[in-house]
Structure formats: structure tokens, C-alpha cells
């Protein structure tokens, strides 16, 4: 199993940008394909992006499409979300996740590792 900590959250305004990162050990990193979810106050844990091991397959909720760019280093065994244009519905925490195997899947129960989450708020 693979152990997966983020960090990178924190409080900005609409407009503004902000980088995560999740280092992972344990496990062989390239094993996995990684994703970043998030949990919106009161509301399910959803997909944000998604890649293979091998930083290809990209995927991205429509909601980011063109304002987030997932991506991975193997060397330094992590996973960057960087999000620009940030609204106030991009209030959550984010959480990164890992998928033994190669499909890339959009689906939080498809992955059996988990961050312990970090925050993301943006006001208006």
C-alpha cells in the first residue's frame, strides 16, 4: 500500500492560484494511477483529476477543464495539482488518492489509498 501525504492548501481570494502536492511512500509509486478529489461543505467527495502511471490519460472534471493541470513526477514520487482561476466553488478539501493498476477511473471507490486531505478556500 501506498502512503499518500498532501499539502499546498490554504485561503485565497477568487482569481488567485494555488499549487498541491502529494508525496507518496511505501509502495512502488509507478504502480499506481493517481487522483485528486475534493469534498465540498456538505456535499459527496467527487473526481477532480485524474492520470496514469506514467503521467498520460489525463482526466479532468468539466468543472476545471482549462483552470487545473494534474501532474506527476515518478523520480520524486509525487502528484501536483495546479489550480489557477480559483472560484469560490472550488471551496473544499482536496484529497489525493492512488489506484494500483493502470485505468484511469473517475470513481472514488476504484482507489484504496488515501491523503489525510488539505483545505481550499477560496472567497469572493
Known amino acids: 500500500q501506498v502512503l499518500l501525504v498532501e499539502s499546498g492548501g490554504g485561503f485565497v481570494q477568487a482569481g488567485d492560484s494555488l499549487n498541491l502536492s502529494c508525496e507518496a511512500s511505501?509502495?512502488?509509486?509507478?504502480?499506481?494511477?493517481m487522483a485528486w478529489f475534493r469534498q465540498p461543505p456538505g456535499k459527496k467527495r467527487e473526481i477532480v483529476a485524474a492520470?496514469?502511471?506514467?503521467?498520460?490519460?489525463?482526466y479532468y472534471a468539466d468543472s476545471v477543464k482549462g483552470r487545473f493541470t494534474i501532474s506527476r513526477d515518478n523520480a520524486k514520487r509525487t502528484v501536483d495539482l495546479q489550480m489557477d482561476s480559483l472560484k469560490p466553488e472550488d471551496t473544499a478539501v482536496y484529497y489525493c488518492?492512488?489506484?494500483?493498476?493502470?485505468?484511469?477511473?473517475?470513481?472514488?471507490?476504484?482507489?484504496?489509498?488515501w491523503g489525510q486531505g488539505t483545505q481550499v478556500v477560496v472567497s469572493s
Open positions: 488518492a492512488a489506484r494500483r493498476g493502470i485505468p484511469v477511473l473517475p470513481t472514488a471507490a476504484e482507489y484504496g489509498s
Open positions: 511505501g509502495s512502488t509509486f509507478t504502480n499506481y494511477a
Open positions: 492520470l496514469a502511471w506514467n503521467g498520460g490519460n489525463k
